[in-house]
């Protein structure tokens, strides 16, 4: 009987662009193009990585018409930074629904493809270069260092050559360039630009992004521009020429999103006794090559992953819960017992450090989350977090902070905690794992379509927050995911899913820590911007505060004072008239009305300060 044609997907993942290409018996079902993640080895790169390539598998099975659940056969994988991190490159596998999983480097699927897994020397040039040989000599790979320590001539070379040009002009110390008004016009202020580079932790694709405009310029006639690229084309030449060289053989081809436009400057500058060939494929060519076949020299540059089943929980052989990102191990911190307090500090300090890179990847995930919970505000809904153990109790702390804030009726942002609210102050075991008990617990809170409901749960397979979030979807409610791994369950049952990819803790499995605190970070952050969009604010003054004690009391009349310019004693009789209601008074200074007017006409405005002010600026003409 013979057996059924194979689905196989190949995978050309770089630092700008993520491609997924799905084959079967030969017949090309489907190929897309999302935006791509950071090198294997860098910070969280792992599961960066693993979240690109989930998205775009989704895109594929979608647009192939192939079931949510579809498993492939084969997926080959050629990701930026595998050979010098093999073991967070196979945990980037981790529950990509399929039966065997190949991962090479970038530079290994661009070579396959380049020459049909034949002989010859490639220059991939895209965010990085990086040339490989294969000849009589066997096959060797030139450059790929990363932006640090090479990747000459690729994109993100040219960007960062081309924006010191145009700081020197900035400055003074170097001749005028138009590269000057482009870099001002993609990155903003270049007095920033350091802190602009490195948000988001992607420095290599950010200043890559600008060789896009140093082209531009270039043909534009910009002498600074053109001696960029001039100089790039011949380090490419130089990386080209040595695999060759060391690998033996005089064929060379360039390829990648760099390589037409540095053709014709990378050719000038090669040896005479080289041949310059078209490259037959591309990287996603051979990502698919490398998928259907296991006889190519490539062979031993790639890591073959087989498991059984495959399904939801992709390969049985590395799956679960066991090989969760926030679960591993850090290789290096195998002493951390032996650690000196001044070490200790030091390595948690620094693994805090990442969060706001994992954050800020997440930010429009944060942003969408924003606008649902603004909605359900809006419509008189209510914000329900959902949480178990230290995501509950974030949660609850979040909760607890808007009524005073904000002047919130209560019941209008509430936690609810696995185990209670005993969980709240001492943990509650075994609560985290009764999924009957989060059905129960949010529907007693009988959610509706006009509210908002947030699961929160590192692994993002909590059983108490799953079923809280499926029972909330069920009666119309919408739902976000806040999650520290990626392509989970939790995050598949949400309308919106936060993966906040903070990756290993130094203390193996504990998500109070780095993971905790990107939590807390999106709670202030979501809760914050829901009640400034719903009218909570007036600038950066929070005119809806409680003003319960003394020091909030005197907080509210600082804020009239600065808002209005009235003085002191102005901002108190205002307060008083207003009973101490700081937005009211801000009303009534600002429009120049009495209190009551100012009440009516904010609640016209949905409690809105600023339209309340125009509105009544306007009646007066």
């Known amino acids: 009987m013979t057996p059924p044609p194979r689905l196989v997907a190949g995978v050309d993942l770089g630092k700008t662009t993520c491609r997924v290409r799905a084959v079967r018996d030969g017949q090309v079902l489907g190929e897309v193009r999302v935006p791509g993640s950071r090198g294997l080895a860098d910070p969280g790169g792992a599961d960066a990585a693993r979240a690109a390539i989930a998205a775009a598998l989704a895109v594929v099975r979608r647009d192939a018409g192939l079931p949510d659940d579809t498993t492939f056969d084969v997926l080959a994988v050629g990701a930026a930074g595998s050979e010098a991190a093999p073991a967070l490159g196979r945990a980037l596998l981790v529950g990509l629904q399929a039966r065997e999983l190949v991962l090479t480097s970038d530079a290994i699927i661009s070579h396959a493809g380049a020459f049909s897994g034949g002989p010859g020397a ?55 360039t138009s590269l000057l008004a482009l870099a001002e016009e993609r990155y903003g202020d270049l007095a920033r630009l350091p802190g602009t580079l490195a948000a988001g932790d992607r420095v290599a694709a950010v200043t890559a992004a600008f060789a896009v405009d140093v082209v531009a310029a270039a043909e534009s006639g910009d002498a600074l521009a053109r001696e960029v690229l001039e100089a790039a084309g011949e380090a490419l030449a130089r990386t080209t020429t040595a695999a060759a060289r060391e690998s033996g053989t005089d064929l060379v081809a360039a390829i990648g999103g760099l390589g037409a436009v540095l053709a014709d400057r990378w050719r000038s500058h090669l040896p005479d006794d080289v041949t310059v060939v078209a490259a037959a494929g591309s990287a996603l060519d051979g990502a698919v090559l490398l998928a259907e076949r296991t006889d ?131 943990a509650v075991e075994g609560a985290e794992d009764r999924a009957e008990d989060g059905r129960a617990d949010v529907l007693a809170r009988a959610p509706g379509p006009d509210d908002l409901v947030v699961g929160i749960a590192a692994s993002g397979r909590t059983p108490y927050v799953l079923e809280a979030l499926r029972a909330a979807r069920e009666h119309g409610a919408s739902t976000v995911a806040i999650v ?138």
């Open 122 to 176: 490639v220059v991939a040039i895209g965010t990085g270069a990086v040339a490989v040989g294969l000849g009589g000599r066997g096959l060797v790979r030139v450059d790929g260092l990363g932006y640090w320590l090479g990747d000459d001539g690729g994109g993100s070379w040219i960007g960062r050559r081309a924006l010191r040009h145009a700081l020197d002009a900035r400055a003074g110390r170097g001749p005028a």
């Open 484 to 621: 520290n791994n990626p392509g989970s369950v939790i995050a598949a049952e949400a309308d919106v899913a936060i993966e906040l990819l903070t990756g290993p803790e130094v203390l193996a499995g504990s998500t109070r820590m780095k993971a905790g605190t990107a939590q807390k970070v999106v709670l202030n952050v979501l809760s914050t911007s829901a009640m400034v969009r719903t009218g909570k604010s007036y600038g950066a003054w929070m005119i809806d505060v409680h003003a319960s004690n003394a020091k909030l009391r005197r907080r509210a009349q600082r804020m009239l004072t600065e808002a209005t310019g009235v003085t002191e004693d102005e901002a108190r009789v205002a307060l008083e008239a207003a009973d101490g209601r700081p937005k009211t008074a801000l009303v009534s200074i600002l429009a120049r009305v009495d209190a009551a007017t100012a009440e009516n006409a904010l609640s016209k405005s949905d409690g809105r300060a600023r339209d309340a002010v125009a509105q009544l600026e306007g009646e007066r003409g």
């Open 296 to 426: 190519l020299p490539h062979e031993a540059h790639v890591d073959r992953l087989s498991g059984g089943g495959g399904g939801r929980g992709g390969v049985g052989a590395v799956s679960g819960l066991d090989l969760l990102a926030t679960e591993q191990v850090r290789a290096d911190l195998a002493d951390l017992d032996t650690a000196s307090p001044e070490r200790l500090v030091d390595l948690l300090l620094a693994a805090e450090a990442t969060v706001p890179a994992a954050v800020a990847a997440a930010r429009v995930s944060i942003a969408a989350a924003v606008a649902l919970a603004e909605k359900a505000l809006l419509a008189g809904g209510r914000l329900l977090y959902v949480g178990a153990g230290t995501p509950g109790r974030l949660a609850a702390q979040d909760a607890a902070e808007i009524p005073p804030t904000f002047g919130t009726d209560p019941s209008r942002v509430v936690a609810i905690l696995a185990g209670g609210s005993e969980a709240s102050a001492k």
